[in-house]
């Protein structure tokens, strides 16, 4: 047979070679049956021992994924024998007002579309945790991939509120150029790709990515091995990418987390509809790789799984790890949606009563003595008011210029391209009581 | 699901079109006027002038969602082997075409899928090869790439490829909603009926109207035993409401309409733009005194109705193509590469596309990118004056 050599072998270091395959590498060739063997050595299940009890694996049968916490609804620790978190207070604090920014900008956005001033928002209320929890493992060489519904990575990665705002508004300061719908968010560095509609598209090209930051920092020794995080939801993960995405990081041994936030829904489709079988971990577990379920709710958990991750998805030449996170859509799918079209407002309130991370950890923190109610009413007042600031910044700005409709599609506007942005002029002249300019900057000549 | 899937009021609870308020003084780029348009049968007594549409029949006036709800729940009543299912289908679907069927035909026939489009598309064939008459919707047609493999490499070469065994998937029909509503940015206003209409054995309609959807999906679902996309104009959905008889009745596919008949000029259209044209043409029709405009809709866009273009084009001597997609490679090259070959030598002017720009439909930019009345407009005007 063939036998395929690395392709990076002869230009890099002997001793890095081996980290380069993966460590169960094995030749088709090699596989052989020794005489009396009770076990099968087909390529394909190599230590699978013989047995002559038929019995069918009944999914049902096997004790459910444990759902690991590191805190309790009531913000005390689970186990109190153990050691309290890594973390220093002042970055537990952090998270805390990472989480309520992007809580207060969730409500005054949600509001902003009804008043129509803005066209879509996504709220993730309930969320916060597990985006802000998990972001906060990631070092700013990281990259990120979302779907739609982690503004709180992108409030824990850095992106600001002026960022944020000027998306939402597509106006001239937008990354995306006023090309994409709101909360479609992307940032250059700490990098977070653009958010892309299509649902679980992002998860293949994660594991290529990770490939990809794998081999790079391979050749360069001065760089801090790096990974990627990988977001989607439940829904997602009936995709067939989501088999691609999984299945090709962990033959090629990316160094990739995929966090699944499990919220119970995708639009109105619960989860007894989406699949069968033990949530999404015990798919991770299919496709080989390291798992780990846990409590969406508790920030602590989720930082304290994404570091394990991290350490993981480094070690050993890599490997891609799975977070299953926990959590409930509290709120509607989008601005879009009204869910109480198919599902109780009692089941709503009762999940908004029982648990929420932002209040679990104000409870830690309060018991720690390290925040008051006096605290909470002045960080809130404060941070609506700088939501509030950028709102109105934001919206009274320009558009970015018309051309902007046509560069980026190729590194040059083609010649094709070029000749209608000529005629879209032309009309624009012929009649010019058509169109109203005045939203975009530079009017007219932004078509030049 | 919006994904940003966002639809349930992706268009109907929206209260201002945010990107693209119309200008001021605009005389032609108005918001479209749907209970005046001649487009639409705003009374019963309309209908009867229709062929196809059943003899006097009683009839209810329904928006497009509404009559796809009517047209499933007619094809439901009909056969038994009729299925229907997609995303959220099971609650009314997000743009509400399927409400109440699933309380009405039970949930073996009416059903929630899980979120794939691959997997919706595949299920779908395969129900179909063994005589079953799915309807599988896909909650976008921005999100139908995943299906593209099932649709193109095995619904459209099912027959072909089974040859002798006789099996074909006949009575497959797959629904999107398509085109643009004004803030869909890149991936809720696409508009891909080109990338359908370039395979052989893929039936790509497209209705402009409520009673034209019911008549189209009918015969989508009993008629042809091809297996049929059908691509719903998303911003008609609430938009367009008309008269459409209560019972069944079906309208051929592959036969186009001529909307509006006329000697100086013919428009090609189908879906949402023909709305513009219609504007366009009473516009130019009160500008130039004595000109006269047909308008004809294609409403299957392939295999298409050659024959009724190529005769009115040969009558008027003059043609402009409308579509929303992009004119790189669309309909219009498609429509005009024939006229070029088949009329040829009664061409009195170029005939001439109006469509999209070869670029996304960026969020700010859609008025800018998509044909509107200005640009209808203009381009009869330039025809007319070659």
């Not at chain 1, 003595?369 to 605290?375: A, I, S, T, V």
């Not at chain 2, 997609?325 to 309909?331: A, D, R």
Request: with cysteine; charged share 25%; proline share 6%.
């Amino acid at each position: 047979m063939l036998l395929r050599r690395p392709l990076l072998t002869a230009r890099i270091p002997r001793s890095v070679v081996p980290v380069l395959t993966s460590p169960a590498r094995r030749w088709g060739s090699t596989v052989s049956q020794r005489p009396g063997s009770d076990r099968v050595v087909f390529p394909g299940a190599i230590n699978s021992e013989f047995t002559s009890d038929m019995a069918f694996i009944t999914g049902r049968d096997l004790p459910a994924i444990p759902t690991f916490r590191v805190i309790n609804s009531d913000g005390e620790m689970v186990d109190k024998t153990r050691a309290p978190p890594n973390v220093s207070d002042e970055e537990v604090i952090t998270w805390y007002k990472n989480m309520l920014q992007v809580s207060i900008m969730d409500t005054i956005m949600f509001d902003a579309h009804r008043q129509g001033r803005i066209s879509f928002y996504m709220v993730s209320q309930g969320e916060e945790g597990i985006s802000i929890g998990s972001a906060a493992a990631l070092i700013p060489d990281d990259v990120a991939f979302s779907q739609y519904r982690e503004a709180g990575v992108y409030q824990q990665r850095g992106f600001t509120l002026k960022d944020f705002m000027s998306q939402l508004f597509a106006n001239c300061n937008d990354n995306g150029k006023g090309r994409n719908m709101p909360v479609h968010y992307g940032q250059k560095y700490p990098r977070i790709i653009t958010v892309s509609s299509p649902l679980a598209t992002q998860i293949p090209q994660a594991s290529g990515a990770a490939y990809a930051l794998k081999i790079k920092d391979l050749q360069n020794p001065n760089q801090a091995p790096r990974v990627v995080a990988c977001y989607l939801g439940e829904g997602a993960a009936s995709e067939g990418d989501f088999h691609a995405g999984l299945n090709i990081a962990a033959t090629r041994s990316c160094p990739v987390i995929f966090v699944v936030r499990n919220n119970g829904y995708a639009i109105s489709t619960p989860t007894i509809e989406q699949y069968r079988g033990d949530g999404i971990a015990s798919r991770g577990v299919g496709y080989g790789m390291d798992t780990i379920r846990v409590d969406g709710n508790d920030v602590f958990a989720m930082y304290e799984a994404m570091s394990e991750a991290r350490r993981r998805a480094l070690s050993d030449g890599c490997q891609p790890v799975l977070i299953e996170a926990m959590s409930y859509r509290v709120s509607h799918h989008s601005t879009s949606d009204d869910s109480f079209a198919y599902r109780a407002r009692v089941e709503v309130e009762d999940w908004k009563r029982r648990d929420n991370p932002i209040i679990r950890l104000r409870k830690w923190l309060e018991n720690k003595g390290l925040w008051n109610e006096d605290l909470e009413k002045e960080t809130r007042d404060s941070m609506r008011q700088a939501v509030l600031k950028e709102f109105k910044e934001a919206e009274r700005l320009k558009k970015p210029p018309i051309r902007e409709a046509f560069t980026d599609v190729y590194e040059e506007i083609t010649e094709e391209a070029q000749e209608q942005m000529k005629e879209l002029k032309r009309i624009i002249e012929t009649y010019p009581d058509e169109y109203d300019l005045r939203p975009y900057q530079d009017g007219l000549k932004g078509l030049e | 699901m919006v994904r940003p899937r966002a639809p349930r009021c992706l268009i109907a609870q929206i209260p201002r079109r945010y990107y693209s308020a119309p200008s001021p003084a605009a005389k032609l780029n108005l918001p479209l006027d749907f209970k005046t348009t001649p487009l639409l049968h705003h009374t019963p007594a309309t209908l009867s002038s229709v062929p196809n549409f059943p003899a006097g029949a009683t009839s209810k006036r329904l928006n497009l969602f509404q009559a796809i709800n009517s047209a499933l729940r007619t094809a439901l009543s009909s056969s038994d082997k009729v299925l229907l299912f997609g995303e959220d289908v099971a609650f009314g679907g997000v743009f509400r075409c399927s409400m109440d069927l699933q309380s009405e035909f039970g949930s073996d026939r009416v059903f929630n899928t899980p979120l794939t489009e691959q997997g919706i598309a595949g299920f779908a064939i395969g129900a179909a090869a063994e005589g079953m008459k799915p309807v599988a919707e896909l909650q976008f047609a921005d999100y139908m790439y995943p299906a593209f493999d099932q649709i193109v490499n095995e619904a459209a070469k099912f027959r072909y490829r089974e040859g002798n065994t006789g099996v074909n998937v006949g009575g497959l029909v797959i629904r999107m909603p398509c085109g643009a509503v004004g803030h869909g940015a890149l991936y809720h206003t696409q508009s891909p009926e080109s990338l359908f209409a370039h395979i052989p054995g893929v039936r790509v309609v497209m209705p402009r109207s409520p009673a034209q959807a019911k008549g189209l999906l009918l015969s989508s679902i009993f008629e042809h035993n091809d297996p049929v996309i059908f691509m719903e104009p998303k911003g008609l959905y609430r938009a367009a409401a008309e008269y459409v008889p209560n019972e069944y009745y079906t309208i051929p596919l592959s036969k186009a309409e001529i909307v509006k008949p006329g000697k100086d000029l013919t428009i090609i259209s189908y879906g949402q733009p023909l709305y513009h044209c219609s504007a366009a043409i009473s516009a130019i029709e009160k500008t130039m005194k004595g000109v006269n405009i047909e308008l004809i809709d294609l409403r299957t866009i392939y295999p298409w109705d050659r024959q009724t273009v190529l005769e009115s084009v040969r009558r008027t001597g003059r043609a402009v193509v409308v579509h929303e997609s992009m004119v790189n490679y669309g309909v219009g090259a498609e429509v005009a590469a024939t006229l070029q070959e088949g009329a040829f030598l009664r061409l009195e002017a170029p005939v001439k596309r109006v469509a999209g720009w070869s670029t996304h439909t960026g969020l700010t930019y859609e008025q800018f990118i998509l044909p509107d009345v200005a640009r209808i407009f203009d381009a009869i005007k330039q025809t007319l004056e070659y």
